[in-house]
């Protein structure tokens, strides 16, 4: 079977991306054929296997739907889209049991309900976790596990998405391209519903927590197309990845401050206390900004677990452990150092309720989308859940498309030039493009923002589009969505959630809406920088 013929694919499915937002949505489509592409071997290359916290949902006595939706509105500072937080808080129980149900193996007390774990700016206790910190891990093995064994799921591993393909105005498939296949011309995989799982943008920071396949490919590709895009300027930063040089940094999840754990300074001191009544359980960018305010002033940050855990982490957060013990680092005698790092996307491609993009043929889940569910800031472990609850509205969506009739329409070609595929090679193997660009975005484009910087940033971002132009969609892709964060962090003249603008550091009730871009829109404040 040749999995780029053309007529095998034109009534089918493709889904971009192997997260957990592309294979649930491929188990839920069954017995609907589907194909799934994935740079990566499967379970490798998602952030979805690298959660540490959980799934949050209102599984436990004297918590609800509304509860949760409150706290998720709080978090979001003012432009969490209301219906979308209470319609998803009430799926989650389902989507839970059908994780539970896959083989989930969820962390439950003696009586066989779940164990709770509380984070950042929940009102309780409300992470569905796995073996404390190894939840990601868990879900996408049991997923895996039962993808391998559906018929209806084609994986294709080894290739990567570089453009949508585009017809009479709709999407109607991928280019892609093998790994190591770059001189070749991209492959056209023809789909009746393409669906765009291809995750976040943290990977276009210097610093970050997601996997280096996670690099804003996804939200890049479909503002190339033409996709609105909502919100790209909020960018979440986690207040404690450990910093140990590595990259990308690993994390050291905030489970550890819902059990006590406490950030200090190499002075000893505890900032936390001066900075939120809620101190280490702050939201996320008030913690992350604190941390980053001790680093700018010459500081070290640690987290002590000491008097929370002592021995204990290292069976109940045995991934952290792990790490810090990879690092040199005791967590059991020693503070573990930490550094705020890019984590995760709230903006991303503009959805519906069913996951709709803003061009007909094209449906996005998972980090890639932007469903109005996280505003300006995401409550912790809402991710994994927003991924299934998308994941299974899309697989429905979908599954009530009536059968193509007629001819399928020609698509417009991406003007391959074969010449311009071998500069690309050159220019993907200098690795400096990519670290100039990560450096722009760590520097200029992160924690804190200004109107000078983020104009520098922009001007940096077209010199090396102009070096990449037509010479490799990847880097292309990731220069169009660090562009689209740049732009929407210099358009929004306030202070809101993730988006920190020092020169206007308050928060104005004017801009307390979702703002929505295009690429056009985008490269014309870019020529204005
Ligand atoms: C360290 C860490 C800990 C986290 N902890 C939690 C937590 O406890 N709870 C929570 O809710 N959230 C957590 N998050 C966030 C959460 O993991 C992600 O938001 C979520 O997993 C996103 O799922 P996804 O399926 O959209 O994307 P991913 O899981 O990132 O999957 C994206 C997939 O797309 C593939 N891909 C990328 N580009 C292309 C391309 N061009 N063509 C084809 N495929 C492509 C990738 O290789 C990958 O397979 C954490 C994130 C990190 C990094």
Redesign the pocket.
Same mark, same amino acid.
């Given at each position: 079977m040749n999995i780029f013929d053309n007529t095998l694919n034109a009534e089918g499915v493709v889904i971009?991306?192997? /997260?957990?937002?592309?294979l649930f949505c491929a188990l839920k489509l069954a017995p609907r054929p589907v194909t799934v592409?994935?740079?990566?071997p499967l379970g490798l290359?998602?952030?979805?296997?690298? &959660?540490?916290?959980?799934?949050?949902a209102a599984v436990g006595k004297g918590d609800s739907p509304a509860a949760h939706a409150l706290d998720t509105q709080m978090a979001g500072a003012g432009i969490v889209d209301h219906g979308i937080s209470q319609s998803v808080t009430e799926e989650a129980a389902a989507r839970i049991a059908d994780l539970a149900a896959l083989g989930t193996p969820f962390d439950r007390d003696d009586f066989g309900n779940y164990v709770l774990s509380k984070e950042a700016a929940h009102s309780m206790n409300r992470v569905v976790r796995v073996s404390g910190d190894r939840?990601?891990h868990a879900i996408m093995q049991a997923i895996i596990a039962k993808v391998r064994q559906t018929p209806s799921i084609r994986i294709v591993e080894g290739?990567?998405?570089?453009d949508l393909a585009r017809a009479d105005g709709r999407v109607v498939g991928v280019f892609?391209r093998k790994l190591g296949d770059r001189y070749v011309e991209p492959v056209f995989i023809r789909a009746r519903a393409t669906v765009l799982? &291809?995750? /976040?943008l /943290?990977g276009l920071y210097a610093v970050t927590?997601?996997?280096p396949?996670?690099r804003g490919?996804?939200m890049g590709?479909a503002a190339r197309a033409g996709a609105i895009i909502a919100d790209p300027e909020f960018v979440q930063f986690h207040p404690t990845a450990i910093a140990t040089g590595k990259d990308p940094a690993p994390?050291a999840?905030e489970a550890l401050r819902g059990e006590g754990a406490i950030l200090v300074n190499d002075l000893g001191k505890r900032f936390m206390l001066d900075v939120h009544e809620d101190a280490e359980l702050a939201p996320r960018d008030i913690v992350a900004r604190a941390n980053f305010q001790q680093i700018k002033l010459g500081r070290k940050v640690f987290l002590d677990t000491r008097q929370a855990l002592g021995a204990r982490i290292l069976e109940a957060y045995p991934t952290v452990a792990q790490y810090c013990i990879e690092a040199g680092i005791d967590p059991v005698r020693e503070p573990i150092p930490v550094t705020p790092a890019a984590?995760?996307h709230m903006g991303g491609v503009k959805v519906d309720a069913d996951g709709r993009a803003s061009l007909p043929g094209l449906w996005v889940? /998972?980090? &890639?989308s932007c469903t109005g569910l996280h505003g300006a800031n995401r409550l912790?472990?809402?991710?994994?859940?927003e991924?299934v609850v998308y994941g299974a509205r899309i697989a429905d969506d979908i599954g009530g498309l009536e059968p193509a009739t007629g001819h399928l329409p020609p698509f417009e070609g991406i003007g391959w030039d074969p010449q311009k595929g071998a500069e690309a090679e050159a220019i993907l193997r200098n690795l400096d493009a990519v670290k100039r660009l990560r450096a722009i975005m760590s520097d200029h484009v992160g924690v804190e923002r200004d109107a000078a910087g983020l104009k520098h940033a922009l001007r940096e971002l077209a010199t090396l589009e102009a070096t990449a132009l037509g010479v490799t969609r990847?880097y292309l892709n990731m220069i169009t969505s660090a562009t689209l964060v740049a732009a929407g962090a210099l358009r929004r003249t306030e202070s809101r959630g993730g988006h920190f603008r020092t020169d206007f550091p308050k928060t104005d009730d004017t801009w307390g809406r979702h703002t929505e871009m295009t690429l056009g829109e985008a490269l014309e404040i870019r020529a204005e920088a």
């Open positions: 971009v991306g192997a /997260g957990l937002a592309g592409l994935s740079p990566t290359g998602a952030s979805s296997a690298w &959660a540490q916290g959980g799934v949050a939840a990601g290739i990567t998405a570089v892609c799982a &291809a995750g /976040g /943290g927590t997601n996997p396949s996670v490919h996804a590709m994390l999840t984590h995760y889940c /998972g980090e &890639a912790a472990s809402n991710s994994l859940l991924a990847a």
